[in-house]
């Protein structure tokens, strides 16, 4: 039996979206969790990988921060910029050896979340994440028991969040429901802090990545600027990915709940 670790971080923004240049709701019209399928027995070597990636491909940075590269982090958001993109082949280059990396070791990269459709005064941002996670813990345990050779375990490995208890309580919730058990999740997340752990900074590398594709995906009208995401990266993530999307109409989905359906 396969044991698989999941590192997940969020993309987009928790927060209500009316338009890009609304003053005020203005963030991203997606909210979700992204990041990859890892068997556990490769995680020291991938750790070890990323953090020599990282240290080449921001050498400049990290030297400057006078922080060790081991607890230097940088945002997935800030790195995948229209401008870093256009500008730094390097970057292109790693993006695309990242997910032959994880592929090569048998993982997958994964991602799950909606466009936010709600009205301004529903918008309920603890319903909204605690509807992702669900999802994902779901979607993740459908990949175990249906598309593994033989049936696979996983552990959940998130970033902290300031609502840790809660989040962990829904997972713990989950696993054990009466009508659908998600019997191949081993324990509640972990929740971890990212500077420390190599695979939660690459899990968040990936989410700013999506995050930027889901905003062309979903509303594209007013992100033209983000095609350029999708034509670097978007056939490549589509041919590493499992179990992964973000839908625009969450409410015909069985068992998605949308972000204005819980208290």
């Keep these: 039996m396969t044991l698989f670790n999941v590192y997940l971080d969020e993309f987009g923004h928790i927060g209500p979206y009316l338009s890009r240049k609304h003053p005020k709701y203005k963030e991203s019209p997606v909210f979700g969790l992204a990041g990859f ?105 459908s990949f175990c028991e249906e598309d593994c050779q033989d049936s696979a375990l996983f552990t959940l490995i998130m970033d902290e969040h300031e609502q840790r208890l809660q989040f962990v309580t829904e997972a713990a919730r989950a696993m054990f429901n009466a009508n659908e058990p998600r019997r191949c999740l081993v324990e509640p997340p972990f929740q971890v802090e990212s500077h420390l752990y190599q695979t939660v900074q ?34 490549r993530l589509n041919a590493a990915s499992v179990r992964s999307g973000i839908r625009s109409d969450p409410k015909n989905i069985p068992g998605f709940i949308s972000d204005a359906s819980l208290d």
């Excluded at 800030?78 to 994880?102: D, G, M, P, Q, S």
Aim: aromatic share 14%; proline share 4%.
């Design 37 to 141: 399928i890892i068997p556990t027995h490769e995680i020291r070597g991938f750790s070890t990988w990323f953090y020599q990636q990282k240290c080449r491909l921001l050498d400049f940075e990290i030297k400057r921060s006078h922080a060790h590269p081991a607890t230097w982090e940088k945002k997935g958001s800030a790195l995948y910029t229209v401008h870093n993109v256009e500008k730094y082949r390097e970057l292109r280059n790693f993006t695309n050896r990242l997910f032959n990396k994880i592929d090569r070791l048998g993982g997958h990269l994964f991602y799950v979340g909606l466009r936010k459709t709600s009205p301004i005064e529903e918008h309920n941002p603890k319903s909204l994440y605690l509807a992702v996670l669900r999802e994902a813990i779901k979607r993740l345990n």
């Design 202 to 235: 690459a899990a968040d590398w990936i989410a700013g990545l999506v995050g930027r594709m889901g905003c062309h995906w979903q509303a594209h009208e007013e992100y033209p600027d983000f095609e350029i995401f999708s034509t670097y990266f978007e056939a």
